[in-house]
């Protein structure tokens, strides 16, 4: 375990009386050793380092608290440095950064997920943040080659197919357009994708975190269709193309094209996308698996059918529990989770806490969200923060008194096509345990009596 990292400074330990999960519980030794326990059959290998690592940080929590002082608070009593004194100059950053207390809050990788660091996935910690909006320096990645830093003077977006005339356009062409943001989810198809079977990650981060919520802004795919005299009768479906050298290619239907939501992004909270994020340009397709939106986008193809490329063909079908494969399920069923306590995490005495977590539909809004505190007997209604918009992350909270006893706390959004999201149970009735993709089902965390907070399934 890489113990320098499971001990951050004492002031970022405990938030609403919780204790934080711990951090890079494995160090590269670990992860080589998960590769090969692995291999031999033991898949909770993972869970005991984790244990480890929730032990190693109740000691440190232990120690930074320390004998309160009879004479008062000194954080209160004697002025610190920062209220005595001159701060750091302006700008010593022409990139603000975050906070030194707020270090261990990264984008992390699943140790023993991937065994290339270029076809790879990062982790949002969804633990750590508030609201709908997920920074862009921590918004997940999923890569098929590596991520590359393009240059926008050079990168070129053309589109081609059933369209009269054949456009092609540089960067600055496409910013010289009328351009729209509008805020959106993106989650990938295989979020949650290690939990079909079993109980397999520690933490929101890991079971959830391939999940990110930003302002995008770009120009509308219809309007540069349009542009070049597109067949929008007889071209049903586009065919999105990247840059990299994975040759990422999706088919996307017209019939989301059409709606106007649709976008060739540059633009990503207020700034250019980031190069792990596509930089200088990406499709969004709202409400869709995140492999649609094609990062380094360089091409769109219109044509009367789909495509079939090797990543919707292999790769991103539903193998259901007949033998067969479901293709073309793109749209992300509407899903919720409690990121507030979470696996990891530990509640450091009882009484009253404040439950959040976050929902969301593919198909449109949240409706509502149930929040359960034993195991799904009894549901009460959340609070649903504003604003609540179209296929993008609702953040919902709920008063919660603990009374210190065993609990089983769970989340079970709807959306405003009424559909409600299912247990474990109901979702693998239809689709079995062998699938990879679209894991909409309830997450349940145990908060057992000593505070700590575990991934657990229901039967």
Known sequence: MADDQLQPAPASLDRGRLRKAPESFLDQAGVRAVFAEGK????DFIRGAFAAAV?????????????????????ILKLPAHSTGLGQPVVTDGYGRPS???????????PGLTQSNQSSVSFAPLQSLFGIVTPSGLHFERHHQGWWDVDP??????????????KVFTMDELMRLPSVSRFYFIECGANTGMEWGNVAVPTVQYSHGM????????VPLITL???AGADLKGGKFVLAEGADGSSMTRTIPMSLVTSGQVLVAYGQNGEMLRPENGYPLRLVVPGVQGVSWVKYLRRVEVGDKPWGAKDEAIHYVDLLPDGTHRQYTSIQECKSVITTPSGGQVLL????????GLAWSGRGKVKKVDVSTDGGRNWRAARLETPVMDKCLTRFNIDWVWDGKPAIVQSRATDDTGYVQPSSKQ????????SIYHNNAIQSWLVQENGEVKNVQLS
């Open 225 to 227: 269709l349009e542009m």
């Open 349 to 356: 005495d009882k009484g009253f806490y404040n439950l959040s």
């Open 40 to 43: 031999r059959g033991r898949r």
């Open 427 to 434: 979702l693998r009735a239809v689709r079995g345990t062998r």
């Open 211 to 218: 999940l990110s919520c930003s302002e995008f802004t770009g």
């Open 153 to 166: 003077a050079q990168h070129r977006f053309m589109v081609n197919g059933m369209v009269k005339t054949p």
């Open 100 to 110: 030194k207390f707020e270090g261990n809050v990264q984008r992390r990788q699943s």
């Open 55 to 75: 032990a190693g940080g109740a000691a440190a929590h232990a120690a930074a608290q320390g004998a309160a002082p009879a004479d008062g608070d000194p954080a």
